[in-house]
């Protein structure tokens, strides 16, 4: 049996949408969405959709991500009732920190406050 746990071999295709939709619910949009995205793994908006269109896995998505945002590490706080500074394993903490980022922007955080003070300048 594989220990590992189930969230890894989700694709990014299957999240992406419910990220976009919690957001929408709340009257931000996929835009912002992918913005904070992108802030955390570097991908651009053609690396994305790439990653959609290709159907890989989390794991595979952060194994690919072209460069961890080194702010990541200030993403602090609950999701999925852990503390995601806490989590041991980095896959599992880059997973729930980019969860962490869509609900931060799902509550109305300001941009700059989710994107750890970098501001809401360059590529959406």
């Not at 959609?52 to 991500?65: M, N, P, W, Y």
Request: aromatic share 8%.
């Amino acid at each position: 049996m594989d220990a590992r746990p189930r969230i890894f071999a989700m694709t990014f295709a299957s999240i992406h949408p419910l990220y976009v939709q919690k957001a929408e619910r709340k009257g931000r949009t996929r835009a912002e969405v992918d913005q904070v995205i992108t802030w955390l793994t570097g991908y651009d908006e053609a690396g994305l959709q790439r990653a959609i269109d290709d159907g890989v896995d989390l794991e595979t998505f952060f194994a690919r991500a072209p460069g961890l945002n080194p702010d990541a590490s200030l993403i602090t706080g609950m999701i999925c009732g852990y503390r995601v500074e806490e989590i041991a394993d980095p896959l599992m903490q880059r997973i729930r920190w980019m969860d962490k980022l869509v609900d931060e922007l799902a509550r109305g955080k300001e941009m700059a406050s989710i994107l750890r003070g970098a501001g809401v300048g360059g590529r959406v």
